[in-house]
């Protein structure tokens, strides 16, 4: 099994501990990873900004990078998203259908893959878990409140098994943190409204952590508890499964 | 022309932190009461795909639906007429209330249940001008109507306004006492004011919730009777429907007055649910029937879906953007999602900026009782926007040099590397300094660190 690492490029440049718990996860999992070192981006930036032309060069880039691969892991929903929805705009060769059918974001590569339910860890704190909205509607990896009332999903899931974690329940399971890419500029009034109604509900809930399967959001989230110094430590969910502590 | 954009609509609505907590916090109560319809209903998601495939099924043959719906209407003895837009549309609606009131000394007098057909086509205005008295006869209808707003929502059109506003609109129209804010007491008083127009009203205007291609007849829903009592006690009654509006038969209508109330307001189903087939003997019965840019939708592949909407208002109830830039925000007869993918297609130039005011959360296609995949049209039409050159030019440029950038890995690093190395020089009040940056309004940027991965990797894997 031939297993590729994919670390979006804002997780490169600012985020690097993410992507270091991401691999050292993998491997402490059993799998033989590697990272393509000429890897950059998925092309989602340009794309859900209106620019998807602009964008087929990096595509085309993404595929030359990582066909060779059995899977593909990330540790984002979006980016997976962005790869199996809208590459469909290059010719599709078998190259960049074999991508398209290989991306895997993290924890459902764990559960889905490696076939993994448990990950024997402690983390004894209370956690707020935020659902990204590619990950969670759009990859299918958590219910959807709009559809049922059941609060279950992938990272809940092994989330809960953590020894001596709580989750806080919130007033609003799933609603989207507003970051949105280019949104969170261009609509910057909603944008940051909508994270701020997400860290209260948060703060008023008893989240000491807050965690999450995309790097974009949370970037977004701890912007915003940066700046009011709200007390929630912002933590991507490789690095709670990886065993760092807050 | 310049029009106000989505962003400068939004920002000026957010400037009031209290009352867009209220806007967000009203509408919020809107979805978790069509949670609550919803969760205990066992086959609600086979009911969503039987609604959107029958309205898939309806617009493939919606030449034939309309020409059997047009006969059957015209055996019941119903006026059926066709307009290939608004401005037909009025002049037709201009025409029968002409023709069927010709009294001297005084205006005819028409009143309307809500429909928003009439407001995409901006009927009132047209017939005001035309010396004909226009009373909204819905609430929310007739206090917008007052304040001489558009809706702000298509189900909830006055949402946008708290009791006191009403108070001070009802002082001044209805002469309620001043500062007075007692739903029930503006209620009645509205209720009063209303029952006048109702008795004096010459002819009547409603929309249409369903059209039967089978039966000829169509079916208007209210929650205040306010239709039913239009219709009953004047001499003519005139339906305005959009072509899309056809269902095959009345099986199908089951499917859909099951999910509309439901996913509007989360009601088992709407206060009134009305069957309108023939005229009263000595009375009229017009249908007008309107194109106005809906054919050239279904010509488009890519958004044809969209006019499958029933106009719950779901999802602008779900949306997280709209409940926090209200319905005037959009700038558009419907606002929130689903105007957002129908506006472009009636004038891209104008309404370019609504496909970007949206996460692309897909909290709306989920909620969609027709399972529009609104969230993909959405991401179609920035596209659309971005082939007709209708992107701001910084933005357009800065995406050509962002794709050159990522698709050459050396000058991504190096790129990145420049990047980092400046945000941790420059002094903070620089990097955050809020008219060149809007991300460091309300956030502070992430730490830049001295490596990204790919160093990291490359030091201690390689």
Known sequence: MKVALFIPCYVDQFYPNVGVATLQLLEKLGVDVV???????????????????????????????????????????SCTYHIKKHYDIIEQTPAVQKVRKSIYELVDFIENVLKIEEIPNSFPH???????????????????????????????????????????????????????????????????????????????????????????????????????????????????????QP | MNHPDHPELAEAFNKDFERTTWHDETLWFVRQKRDKAVYPIPEFQDLRTLASEIKDHTLSNLDNYLIEFEQNAIKNGVKVHWAADAVEHNQIVMEIIKNSCKVEGRNPRLVKSKSMLTEECHL?????????????????ERIVQFRNEPPSHIVLPAIHLKKEDVGETFY???????????????????????????????VALTGV????????????????????????????????????????????????????????????????????????????MHIVIVDNGRTQQLGRADFRASLKCIRCGACMNTCPVYRRSGGHSYDFTVPGPIGAILSPNI??????????????????????????????????????????????AAKKWGMKGMA??????????????????????????LTHNQSMNPWAKARELPDAPKQSFKEWYEENRQ
């Open chain 1, 126 to 244: 209370k956690v707020g878990l935020h659902l990204s909205c590619h990950g969670q509607r759009g990859l299918r990896q958590a219910n959807a409140s709009e559809i049922t009332g059941v609060r279950d999903g992938q990272i809940s899931k092994l989330l809960r098994k953590l020894k001596g974690i709580e989750l806080s329940e919130l007033n609003r399971n799933d609603e989207c943190c507003g970051f949105g890419g280019m949104f969170c500029v261009t609509e910057e009034a909603v944008s940051a409204r909508m994270g701020q109604d997400r860290i209260a509900d948060h703060l008023c809930n008893g989240t000491k952590v807050l965690t999450g399967g995309d790097v974009s959001c949370l970037m977004h989230l701890e912007g915003i508890v940066k700046r009011q110094n709200a007390p929630i430590k912002v933590m991507h969910i490789a690095e709670i499964l990886n065993g760092n």
């Open chain 1, 35 to 77: 990272f393509p070192i000429k890897q950059t981006c998925c092309g989602q930036p340009m794309a859900n900004g209106g620019c998807e032309q602009d964008s087929k060069g990096v595509y085309e880039h993404f595929v030359a990078t990582f066909s060779e691969f059995d899977y593909i892991v990330t540790p984002s929903g």
């Open chain 2, 404 to 429: 050159k950038v990522l698709s050459m890995p050396k000058v991504y690093d190096l790129s990145g590397k420049l990047a980092r190395g400046a945000l941790r020089i420059l002094p903070h009040g």
């Open chain 2, 172 to 202: 001044e129209h209805l002469g309620t006492a001043k500062g007075e804010k007692d739903p029930q007491i503006l209620t009645e008083a509205a209720r009063q004011h209303l029952r006048g127009k109702f008795v004096a009203a010459d």
């Open chain 2, 209 to 284: 919730n369903f059209a039967i291609a089978e039966t000829g007849s169509f079916v208007v829903c209210t929650n205040e009777g306010n239709a039913d009592l239009g219709v009953n006690l004047a001499k003519v009654h005139i339906a305005c429907m959009g072509i899309e509006k056809i269902i095959p038969d009345l099986h199908h209508l089951s499917v859909y007055t099951r999910l509309l109330a439901r996913s509007a307001t989360g009601q088992p189903v709407t206060t009134y649910t009305s069957h309108f087939t023939k005229p009263v003997e000595g009375k009229e």
């Open chain 2, 124 to 140: 009132n205005d047209f017939l005001e001008k035309n010396n004909i008295d226009v009373v909204d006869t819905d609430l929310g």
């Open chain 2, 347 to 392: 004038d891209l130039h104008k309404h370019k900026s609504l496909p970007f005011a949206s996460t692309l959360c897909g909290s709306c296609s989920d909620v969609c009782p027709v399972k529009i995949d609104i969230h993909v049209q959405l991401y179609k039409w920035r596209q659309i926007v971005g082939k007709a050159n209708e992107l701001p």
